[in-house]
């Protein structure tokens, strides 16, 4: 009798192993594909600016927005030349007081709205936000600022060589940047995010210090 239990401890021990061990099988293959795909982070920065639409250009008129860079201020998007061109605008990466910025130009009677969306793989994995900084919280630096898991800061717009209309009027600027969210090994990487969402008097001219928000999406695991 002894020795019939025995012989069914066994039985049954060797069912539960041979279960267990087709289990990790059927997981070890649903898995293997997850665990070598590889998604490449992804920069993309949608810019809109609204309001501009019907205003008179005295000669030149120019716009200028931040540009995403990590926290040395280098340039993460829009390394070339010639980059963004919405109808009626040139655009080019420009100089400033403050740092680059990205640069909208026209010589059309009527200014337009401008709209670009704009996407671009990225081969590394590091904060970024909209460039440049003016201030921080508490006058962190930009470093540890962008370390945080977000804030508010300010950055800068500008603004010139429109006719000054004769009922003033705002122009919106609505930038989103989002960079990161690259995943290898099922580690997902972090997503960062910075925006402007800032009206600005249609007789401004200049730069304008504006709030922008960041944020970091924090990775992890991906299963």
């Not at 605008?89 to 401008?114: H, S």
């Amino acid at each position: 009798m002894d020795e019939k239990h025995v012989n069914t401890g066994k039985t049954i021990l060797l069912v539960l192993g041979a279960v267990c061990f087709l289990a990790v099988v059927v997981f070890l293959l649903l898995l293997a594909p997850a665990f070598v795909e590889t998604t490449m982070p992804n920069d993309s920065y949608l810019i809109r600016i609204t309001g501009l639409s019907g205003l008179a250009v005295n000669g030149t008129a120019t716009v200028m927005v931040p540009v995403p860079a990590n926290a040395e201020g280098e340039l993460v998007m829009f390394e070339s030349s010639s980059v963004l061109q919405p109808a009626g605008w040139r655009t080019a990466i420009r100089e400033t007081p403050y740092g680059k910025m990205l640069a909208f130009t026209t010589t059309e009677d009527y200014a337009q709205d401008i709209f670009r969306p704009t996407g671009e793989f990225e081969t590394k994995e590091e904060p970024r936000l909209l460039v440049p900084v003016l201030a921080t919280p508490d006058n962190v630096s930009v470093a540890g600022f962008t370390r945080g898991s977000g804030g508010t800061y300010t950055t800068v717009v500008f603004l010139d060589g429109f006719v000054p209309p004769e009922n003033a009027t705002s122009i919106s600027f609505d930038l989103e940047y989002q960079g990161g969210g690259g995943m290898k090994y099922l580690i997902e990487e972090n997503i960062w995010t910075a925006t402007v969402n800032a009206a600005v008097p249609s007789t401004e001219s200049g730069f304008v210090p504006v709030p922008a928000g960041y944020h970091v999406g924090a990775g992890g695991l991906y299963l």
